[in-house]
């Protein structure tokens, strides 16, 4: 199974931009759909984005549609996740997770995931 690992969160301040990374090791990762999620302190984890292996499809969740853009390199085993107009309702750990079908927005769908990266935008 991939390993994965993110890369990229800080902190910025509100309408900045930050550009996550999620780096897979042990397996090619184009084997793999991969999504992000994020969990903020006393919430649960929420659906972020996802893209298929090839990048052919990509989805959003309601609150990061038309500001974040996921993308992935597969020759550099990557999934990219480009953040603007970051606000602090962004604020939280941000987890890249995989699975060899598509995933979709279900968290449960997906058996691989990485220690995560934290975010944290300011007012």
């Known amino acids: 199974q991939v390993q994965l690992v993110e890369s990229g969160g800080g902190v910025v301040q509100a309408g900045g931009s930050l550009r996550l990374t999620c780096e897979g090791t042990?397996?090619?990762?184009?084997?793999?759909?991969v999504a992000w999620f994020r969990q903020a302190p006393g919430k649960e984890r929420e659906f972020v984005s996802a893209?298929?292996?090839?990048?052919?499809?990509?989805d959003y969740g309601v609150s990061t549609r038309g500001r974040f853009t996921i993308s992935r390199d597969n020759a550099k085993n990557t999934v990219n996740l480009q953040m603007d107009e970051l606000t602090p309702d962004d604020t939280a750990v941000y987890y890249c997770?995989?699975?060899?079908?598509?995933?979709?927005?279900?968290?449960?769908?997906?058996?691989?995931w990485g220690p995560g990266t934290q975010v944290t935008v300011s007012s």
């Open positions: 893209i298929a292996k090839r990048g052919e499809t990509t």
């Open positions: 997770a995989a699975v060899r079908g598509y995933g979709h927005h279900f968290q449960e769908n997906y058996p691989n």
């Open positions: 042990r397996d090619f990762l184009s084997n793999y759909a």
